[in-house]
């Protein structure tokens, strides 16, 4: 089946620590995000990437970092110096960046502790 | 400030009753879209209006787009209490930008 897959489902990090949250999709798109979404809020862009080897920040990229070596994969490293974490993190994917109607995964839950 | 504020922010409503939900944006758009969010997981796309379009139908949902009030509204005829979620719209402009607003918290009642 198609589709986009993230992992973990849940992720825990203590203070200080680097984590990375994997996001693979396998519907040959060339345009991949990230996005982070707080309790009853509305998703916040933290990095595109509208194909391979190149990506850009979002809205709230401080904090984080990104790669995109192969096209299937996007993933995304939530350092140290991101001060508050703990958050829902979405991944998606679209044809392009132009096209609209992304594909969604089911999200990382990270957690601080 | 976010582009896209959905009103009301929740809403419940018995089964068999129609939902309907706004959102207002303040720039100008291309297209804008509609996503239902189940608790605890991605999102998952409706529908999807231009900016020359003004109504769209896909099943039991609506979608109406008013670009001189930069406003859309989503309508779900005939609610199931499966419709129970969370629904966001989001807006994309020139170049690259889709913007998601807060969303409206949906509770359908069996």
């Known amino acids: 089946d198609g589709g986009i897959t993230q992992s973990p489902k849940y992720l825990f990090r203590k203070e200080g620590q680097n984590v990375t949250l994997s996001c693979e999709q396998n519907l040959n798109h060339d345009a991949m995000y990230w996005y982070r979404q707080d309790p009853g809020q509305g998703l916040r862009l933290i990095y595109y990437?509208?194909?391979?080897?190149?990506?850009q920040k979002g809205d709230i990229a401080e904090g984080y970092s990104v790669s995109r070596e192969k096209k299937e994969s996007f993933p995304l490293t939530v350092t140290s110096a991101q001060k508050n974490p703990t958050a829902f993190y979405l991944c998606a994917s679209s044809i392009d960046v132009s096209s609209m109607g992304a594909f969604f995964g089911q999200g990382t839950r990270l957690t601080v502790v | 400030s976010q582009q896209g504020e959905e009103d009301p922010q929740a809403l419940s409503i018995q089964e068999g009753e129609n939902a309907t939900m706004n959102c207002s944006y303040k720039t100008s758009i291309n297209n804008l879209q509609w996503y239902r969010q189940n608790s605890g997981r991605g999102l998952v796309h409706l529908i999807l209006?231009?900016?020359?379009?003004r109504e769209k139908h896909s099943g039991r949902l609506r979608v109406t787009l008013d670009t001189s009030k930069k406003s859309s509204s989503l309508l779900i005829t005939a609610s199931r209490a499966a419709d129970t979620a969370s629904y966001f719209c989001?807006?994309?402009?020139?170049?690259?930008?889709?913007?998601f607003g807060a969303g409206t918290r949906l509770f359908v009642k069996a």
């Open positions: 989001a807006t994309a402009g020139g170049g690259f930008k889709t913007i």
């Open positions: 990437s509208q194909i391979v080897n190149d990506f």
């Open positions: 209006i231009r900016s020359n379009e």
